[in-house]
């Protein structure tokens, strides 16, 4: 079974610093994109960045753009997500998903979520 694990999260004050890690491992053929998304109870999940594994392209929400970096470390199979600029409005638990091929289904991509992590800005 494939499997993503966010690590990072904690109680940051305003303008602090945030590294969000996601490190995918298991059954793994190949990682075709990786993205955060974050939830605030009470409210829908919302997109927050993604990146094309292969190439390296990001995409960024409106909201976040600016202001939060989503990389890549392939050799790790990790997803970073970092900010020096964060908002009270920032608060939410963040989730990583990855579209992943499974290797006992390579051809096809998956849809797989971590756990998530709790990010509270506050002073």
């Known amino acids: 079974q494939v499997q993503l694990v966010e690590s990072g999260g904690g109680l940051i004050q305003p303008g602090g610093s945030l590294r969000l890690s996601c490190t995918a491992s298991g059954a793994i053929s190949s990682i075709v994109t990786m993205a955060w998304y974050r939830q605030v109870p009470g409210k829908q999940r919302e997109f927050v960045a993604q990146?094309?594994?292969?190439?390296?392209?990001?995409y960024y929400s409106d909201s976040v753009k600016g202001r939060f970096t989503i990389s890549r470390d392939n050799a790790k199979s990790t997803v970073y997500l970092q900010s020096n600029a964060l908002k009270p409005e920032d608060t939410a638990v963040y989730f990583c998903n990855g579209q992943i091929r499974p290797s006992y289904d390579r051809m096809v991509a998956s849809d797989y979520w971590g756990q998530g992590t709790q990010v509270t800005v506050s002073s």
């Open positions: 990146i094309i594994w292969r190439g390296g392209n990001t």
